[in-house]
Every structure is written in C-alpha cells, then in structure tokens.
C-alpha cells in the first residue's frame, strides 16, 4: 500500500516513520528546504548559521516526542535538567527540583519548601490546589474542558501573586495562552502529567543542537524536500493521489494531510467539504503568536541552562551555547508584540537580561534578532475541541484521507508530543485499516505513583 504524507513537520515525520517502520510504501513530502514545520530552523540570512524559529522544550512526560526521537536517533541529542530554574527580576534564583527515589507529587515536596519566590500563605494556597487537581483525577479533569481557568482559580482562591508568580510562569509558555482564558481542562493537565503523577514527569528537556539537525538521520528512505504539494487528485470520495507544484503527479493509496490547519481545506473540493465534518470548525480554531529573540553578547552571560522569568517582558530565557554568550529570550501569548517596533523590543529585552542575570550587566548586546510566529500555535481555550477534527475519516468523509498535525484531537495541547500523537494516531489508521486489527504506534503515559493512584489521580 502507498501512502504519501504531506508536510515534513513533527506530525508528518511521525506519521512517516511510524509507517516505514511497520514496512509500507512511504513517500514523505515537505514544501521547504529542511524537515521540522515549526519545529524548525532557518538559515540565518546575515550569517549563514542555522538558527531555530524558537527555543522548542519538552517534558518527561512527553512519552511519544521521546519516541520519536529514540527512533530518528536523535535522543541523545536532548538534555535533560531535574531542576527548574526560577528568576525574579532582581536576579534571585529559586528551584523546583525533584528529589530522586521520591514518588510524585512527593518528590516535589522539599523543595517546594524552600521555594521562597513564594509565602507561606501562597505555597500552602498552591498546595490546596495541587491536592484537589490530583483528586479531580483525569476524568474529571476532562469535566473542566469548558470552564476557564480563571474561573477555577478563583474557586480554588488561588490569589493574584500566587497566579502571576507560580501559574503565568509556567503555563503561558506550556499553552501559548494567557492563564486565566485556557480552558481548565489543559491547564489542569499540564500540572498532572508534569508535576504530580509521575516523578521523571517534570524534567526539562532542550536539544543540544538546532532542531533542523535532530532530524537528519530520518529513517524514511523516500523523503522529498522543497517539493510543494499544489493540490490532490480525487475519484468519487477517494484520493488518487497528489500534484505537485511542478506538475509532476504522484499516485496513493492513503494520504496523510499533515500542513497545518491553516492549509488544509483548500486542497479539499467543496462537496467533499460538505460531507466530511472533519473540516467544518476549522475555521474557529484561534491562532496565538509566540515570539522569541535570539541575543548575542560579547561575553558569557547565563550559567544555567534555562531560567523561568517571574517578572516579564521575556518568559523564558535559554542558554544557546556551552559559553552563555548566547541567549534565546521567549514570550508566549505575544498578541501584543507583533506589531511593536524591533529595535524598542531589543531594548527592553536587554535591560531586562541585564536586571535578571548578574553576569550580564556588564556585558555589551553585539546583536539581537527577534522572529515572530503570528500563527505559532492554536489557543487552548474553552470549546476548542469541539473544533479538532479527528485524524481518520468519517464514514461520508473522503475515505482514505488521514489528517496529522498538533490541531487534530490528540487530548493534548498544541505541542511538540501533541504532534507526534497525531501522526502516530493517522498511521496507526493507516495500517489497521482493512485488517480489522487495530495497529497502535501510541506510547503509554507515565505510569501514576502510588500516592496518586491512592488519591485518584488515575481515575
Ligand atoms: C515559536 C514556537 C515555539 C514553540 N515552542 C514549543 C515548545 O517549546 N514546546 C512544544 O512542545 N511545542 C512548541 N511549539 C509548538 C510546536 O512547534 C508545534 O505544535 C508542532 O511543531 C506542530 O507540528 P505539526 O507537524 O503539526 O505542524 P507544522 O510544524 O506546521 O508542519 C506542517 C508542515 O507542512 C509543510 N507544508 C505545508 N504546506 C505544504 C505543501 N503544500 N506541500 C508540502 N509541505 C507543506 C510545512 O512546510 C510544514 O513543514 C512552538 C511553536 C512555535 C511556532
């Protein structure tokens, strides 16, 4: 069976590799010059050095991101941190770090203690919440999906220093939407799956090199770059294939649409649009921008390999070389930056580097470069489901037509992992279909400890 996977981004890659594996026919087809979509990177045009659109970070529970790149031999290339550095604006640095041999949420317990960027009062508010998120457990997380989080904070009287120091720190940048407009269903998840669940859930993962290198040794023995599909071939409410940009056609027994959700219904004519629900929402799914900015000084400047900013403009910063001479600064949610200039932008970001690390203060920015993503990643906002198409076909849809990509329904965020499950999910399709077996490429959750299985927390 030949199937052609359209888009070399994470959910395409995935769908691809998890087809070859299990010996079909693949033809992998990516628009530009490199694999990766928007977990990518480009080449940098005033110096010819390959940069990454924005620092990527994942998680320890990110099991099938972890699979993806066990399997493109590229695992060795991420590191992984036990301790999350937190830093408020006059420099002070606090960690959350996991004890080891510790289940969770236990493991977090002694330094939770010590986390002075929060009181007593805000650590015990914080506790309160974490005890009821456990005992909320997964189903009734998933009761939550319409209710914004605001709102449940406010239930939970979780105060405003706590929300601003503790929750904006971290989920902003886990769900590229502000904290209180998510829907509470993710947020919530973003704290059981990371923190209170599994103790290997937390660590911090960033690569050692560009994004664009992690994915070189693809093991996908027919991968097409810089080859634009133009459009698809249908007989009836069957694909026939695909028609590039330079004419040439190429024939299919299943297509993964893996582009992204922006790009997707043009390649569908309108009376298959009309009968296959997969696409009738699309146009409701919101796109939030990120932005991030890549500085260069002129002597090393950051020690750690990441610091969470409690105190703004830049979210998070990261350490690009073994040096610290240069940063990646991000900020999520960035609707209010897009439009700003970029030399007023540089300014601000490098006082604040210059406030929040103390080795930079001397320091001289040599150069700056800020790239915004306008439609980074889809708002997780209450209702958003509702709008996620699945990745296989309905019964009236186009029948041999799987949809990838993080917007697809993959009970996870917009995210690298909720990439990956989506084209597992699609070749997972492909190759049960007409077998009457289902095929899964899907990796298991972490398991959930024993104080959170007594508490629920599995449920
Ligand atoms: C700035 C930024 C920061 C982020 N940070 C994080 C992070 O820290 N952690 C995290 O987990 N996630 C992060 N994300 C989200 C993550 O990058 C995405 O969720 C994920 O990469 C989406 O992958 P995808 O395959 O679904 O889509 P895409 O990456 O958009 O892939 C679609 C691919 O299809 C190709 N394509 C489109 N049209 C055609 C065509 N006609 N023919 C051939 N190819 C075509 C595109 O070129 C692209 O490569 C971030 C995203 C952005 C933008």
């Not at 981004?9 to 998890?18: F, H, I, Q, T, Y």
């Not at 960027?117 to 457990?137: D, F, H, K, N, P």
């Not at 599994?198 to 023995?221: D, F, H, M």
Request: proline share 5%.
């Amino acid at each position: 069976m030949k199937t052609i996977v359209i888009g070399g981004g994470l959910a395409g890659m995935a769908a691809a590799v998890a087809l070859e594996s299990a010996g079909l026919d693949v033809t992998l087809l990516e628009a530009r010059r490199t694999l990766g979509g928007r977990a990518g990177s480009f080449e940098d045009p005033q110096t010819g050095e390959e940069l990454d659109n924005c620092q990527h970070v994942l998680l320890g529970c990110c099991t099938n991101l972890i699979d993806f790149y066990r399997r493109v031999g590229s695992l060795d290339r991420i590191r992984f941190d036990r301790a999350i550095h937190f830093r408020d604006s006059t420099g002070r640095r606090f960690d959350l770090f996991g004890v080891l041999g510790l289940p969770a949420p236990l493991h977090l317990g002694p330094a939770l203690l010590k986390f002075d960027a929060l009181t007593w009062s805000e650590r015990v508010e914080l506790s309160r919440a974490m005890l009821e998120m456990i005992s909320l457990g997964r189903r009734g997380r998933k009761r939550l999906t319409g209710v914004p989080f605001g709102q449940w904070l406010d239930e939970q009287q979780q105060s405003p220093p706590l929300v601003r120091k503790l929750y904006d720190t971290i989920l902003i940048g886990a769900l590229n939407e502000e904290t209180r407009a998510a829907s509470a269903e993710y947020a919530i998840q973003v704290f059981q799956d990371s923190l209170l669940s599994n103790s290997a859930g937390y660590v911090i993962g960033t690569p050692n090199c560009t994004l664009a290198e992690l994915y070189r040794r693809i093991p996908c023995r027919d991968v097409r770059l810089s080859t634009r599909v133009a459009s698809l071939k249908f007989d009836r409410d069957r694909v026939t294939g695909v028609r590039l940009a330079t004419g040439e056609t190429l024939a299919a027994d299943a297509v993964v649409l893996a582009t992204n959700h922006h790009a997707v219904r043009k390649f569908i004519p309108d009376d298959l649009l009309a009968r296959d629900d997969r696409f009738a929402n699309l146009d409701k799914i919101e796109s939030v921008p990120i932005l991030g900015v890549h500085l260069w000084f002129d002597r090393p400047v950051m020690i750690e390999p990441h610091a969470a900013l409690i105190d703004g403009p830049l979210q998070w910063v990261f350490r690009k070389d073994e040096s610290g001479t240069s940063l990646h600064g991000v900020i999520s949610a960035a609707r209010d930056w897009v439009d700003r200039p970029k030399d007023q932008m540089l300014a601000l970001f490098e006082r604040q580097v210059r406030q929040t690390l103390p080795a930079a203060r001397d320091a001289k920015l040599e150069r700056g470069l800020i790239v915004i993503e306008k439609r980074a990643t889809f708002s997780p906002r209450p209702g958003v489901d509702r709008a996620r198409p699945h990745q296989s076909p309905p019964p009236s849809g186009v029948s041999n037509l799987y949809l990838a990509g993080d917007y697809t329904q993959t009970g996870w965020p917009a995210t690298m992992e909720g990439a990956v499950r989506s084209g597992y999910l699609a070749a997972g399709a492909i190759a049960g279909a007409g077998t009457g077996a289902d095929k899964t490429f899907l990796i298991d959750d972490l398991p959930v400890q024993w104080p959170g299985r007594m508490l629920g927390l599995d449920d």
